[in-house]
């Protein structure tokens, strides 16, 4: 994995839980529905959960269209 973009263990444990919830990679997830999920199955608070949101799009494992979050297609 490229080193700019890695993340800490959470991030990766909530981005494979995003990807489940959304049905793979390039589909479509709620923000919402994705931090009730988050804070849900992680136990994390509701900052917590938007911050683990922040990192992930910040590295580019996830994009938003709207109010949507999208998984970024990985070429692994």
Not at 14 to 19: I, S, V, Y
Not at 43 to 72: C, F, H, N, P
Request: glycine share 8%; net charge negative.
């Amino acid at each position: 994995m490229n080193e700019e973009r890695r993340i800490p263990p959470f991030a990766e444990d909530t981005l494979e839980l995003l990807t489940d919830a959304a049905g793979g990679t390039g589909e479509a997830l709620p923000r919402d529905e994705a931090i009730d999920l988050i804070t849900d199955v992680e136990g994390v608070s509701k900052a917590g959960a938007e911050d683990t949101l922040t990192q992930l799009e910040s590295r580019g494992y996830i994009y938003y269209v709207e109010e949507q979050i999208r998984i970024t297609p990985t070429d692994e």
